[in-house]
C-alpha cells in the first residue's frame, strides 16, 4: 500500500536526511529559495546602503561640529550653536513619533540629511543670523533622524529573521552595531581632511603649526598668540573645506535614495480630526508619559553622562587643549582618534550582545 511504501522509504532515510527534513519543515513559507535569496540581499543592501550614506554624512557634519568651538570663537558663536543644536534634539523627542508616522523612515532620513546640508552651507559665512537657526534646524531633526534609522533596521532585522533563523534581538543588536561603526569610522575621512586642508591655511606667524613648541601649562596655552577665529584661517582654504563636506552631504543622500527601501507607513495622512489625533496628539502625550517611567528616568542618567564627555571632547577639550596649543588644524588629528575607538567599540559591542545581557553591554 502507499502508507507501506510511505513507511519504507522514511526508514531508508538517514539520520542527517531526517534532521535537515525537519529543519525544513520550520522554515516559514517565503516562497522559494531565489525568493528567501532575494529577500536577504535586500536586507542586507538596506543596512549597508543605510551605514554608507551615514558614513558621508557624519564625514561632514562630525568635522564641522569639531571645528566650531575653535573656528567660529568669537562671542562663543560655535558653542553656543551646539548647545542649542542639542537642546532642540531634547524638543524633537515630543513630536519624533508624529513625523515619523507621516513621512516614513526614508523620507524621514532623507529630510535629516536634507537638513544636515543646510547646516554645512551655512557655515561658509557663519553668523549669528545663519549658524543659529541652522543649528536649531538640525538639532530638531536629529530627532525624527535617529528614530526614523532605529525603526528602519529593526523593520528589517524582524523581517528577517525568520528568513535566516536567528533571533530578532540579535539581528537588530548586529545592524545597530554595523550602524554605528560606520558612523563612528566616519570621524577617518572628515577630519582627516579638514587637519590636511588646514594645515595648509595656518598663519604662519601665529606658531599655529604642528611643529611650533607645546605650551608647559594651560596659562601658558591660553596666553599664546595661537588663535582660531576666521583671521587666521584664509577664506579660500575655508571655502574648499566646507565645499568638500557638501559633496559628502549630497553623496549621503544620493546613497540613501539608491539604495535603502521605501519601507510601508503606518496609514496615509488624512487631515480629518480623528486621524489628526492619531498621528499627532496621541504620540505626543505618550512620549511625555514615558518620561515618568522610572526606568527610563534612571536611564536617562547615562545620556547626561554621554552628553557632558561629548560636550568636554568637542567644546573644551578641542578648544583649549588641542586648538590653543597645537592649533586648529590639529583638532582633526586628535579627534579622529576618538572616533575611531568609539566606532572599534560600536562593532565589538554588537557581537558582544548575543552572548550576554544588555545591562552588560550598556556597562561595557
Known amino acids: 500500500?502507499?502508507?507501506t511504501e510511505e513507511t519504507i522509504e522514511l526508514g531508508e532515510e538517514g539520520p542527517e536526511q531526517a534532521a535537515r527534513r525537519q529543519d525544513d519543515d520550520h522554515v516559514p513559507a517565503r516562497g522559494c529559495l531565489p525568493c528567501r535569496n532575494r529577500d536577504v540581499r535586500r536586507a542586507y543592501?538596506?543596512?549597508?546602503?543605510?551605514?554608507?550614506?551615514?558614513?558621508?554624512?557624519?564625514?561632514?557634519?562630525?568635522?564641522?561640529?569639531?571645528?566650531?568651538?575653535?573656528?567660529?570663537?568669537?562671542?562663543?558663536l560655535g558653542v553656543i550653536s551646539l548647545s542649542l543644536l542639542y537642546a532642540a534634539f531634547v524638543l524633537s523627542g515630543i513630536v519624533t513619533t508624529s513625523i515619523v508616522r507621516v513621512l516614513g523612515t526614508k523620507y524621514a532620513i532623507m529630510g535629516g540629511m536634507a537638513?544636515?546640508?543646510?547646516?554645512?552651507?551655512?557655515?561658509?559665512?557663519?553668523?549669528?543670523?545663519?549658524?543659529?537657526?541652522?543649528?536649531?534646524?538640525?538639532?530638531?531633526?536629529s530627532g525624527p533622524f535617529w528614530a526614523a534609522t532605529s525603526a528602519h533596521i529593526t523593520q528589517v532585522a524582524v523581517?528577517?529573521?525568520?528568513?535566516?533563523?536567528?533571533?530578532?534581538?540579535?539581528?537588530?543588536?548586529?545592524?545597530?552595531?554595523?550602524?554605528?561603526?560606520f558612523s563612528q569610522v566616519s570621524h577617518l575621512p572628515g577630519n582627516l581632511a579638514s587637519s590636511l586642508i588646514l594645515l595648509h591655511a595656518s598663519d604662519s606667524t601665529n606658531g599655529s603649526s604642528s611643529?611650533?613648541?607645546?605650551a608647559a601649562t594651560m596659562d601658558e596655552c591660553r596666553n599664546s598668540t595661537i588663535s582660531s577665529s576666521y583671521g587666521q584661517i584664509k577664506d579660500t582654504y575655508w571655502y574648499i573645506l566646507v565645499?568638500?563636506?557638501?559633496?559628502?552631504?549630497?553623496?549621503?543622500?544620493?546613497?540613501?535614495?539608491?539604495?535603502?527601501?521605501?519601507?510601508?507607513?503606518?496609514?496615509?495622512?488624512?487631515?480629518?480630526?480623528?486621524?489628526?489625533?492619531?498621528f499627532i496628539f496621541e504620540p505626543s502625550v505618550s512620549t511625555i508619559k514615558m518620561f515618568l517611567e522610572w526606568r527610563l528616568i534612571f536611564l536617562g542618567f547615562m545620556f547626561v553622562c554621554s552628553g557632558l564627555v561629548q560636550s568636554f571632547a568637542y567644546g573644551v577639550f578641542a578648544k583649549e587643549y588641542v586648538?590653543?596649543?597645537?592649533?586648529?588644524?590639529?583638532?582633526?588629528?586628535?579627534?579622529l582618534v576618538l572616533g575611531l575607538s568609539n566606532a572599534l567599540t560600536s562593532g565589538v559591542v554588537g557581537k558582544i550582545v548575543k552572548f550576554c545581557w544588555n545591562s552588560v553591554s550598556y556597562g561595557v
Not at 537638513?115 to 531633526?141: E, K, R
Open 323 to 335: 586648538t590653543n596649543c597645537l592649533g586648529v588644524s590639529q583638532v582633526g588629528f586628535v579627534l
Open 45 to 76: 543592501r538596506n543596512v549597508y546602503g543605510l551605514s554608507l550614506s551615514l558614513f558621508f554624512l557624519f564625514s561632514a557634519f562630525q568635522s564641522v561640529q569639531n571645528l566650531q568651538s575653535s573656528v567660529n570663537s568669537r562671542g562663543g
Open 243 to 278: 565645499s568638500v563636506f557638501v559633496l559628502f552631504d549630497v553623496i549621503a543622500i544620493f546613497i540613501l535614495a539608491l539604495l535603502v527601501d521605501r519601507l510601508p507607513s503606518s496609514e496615509p495622512f488624512c487631515s480629518s480630526r480623528a486621524k489628526c489625533r492619531r
Open 115 to 141: 537638513c544636515h546640508l543646510f547646516y554645512i552651507v551655512c557655515n561658509y559665512h557663519a553668523t549669528w543670523y545663519s549658524l543659529i537657526p541652522a543649528s536649531f534646524l538640525i538639532g530638531f531633526a
Open 159 to 181: 523581517k528577517l529573521a525568520p528568513i535566516v533563523r536567528e533571533r530578532q534581538d540579535f539581528l537588530i543588536s548586529q545592524f545597530t552595531g554595523v550602524i554605528f561603526l
Open 211 to 214: 611643529s611650533s613648541v607645546i
Open 1 to 3: 500500500s502507499m502508507d
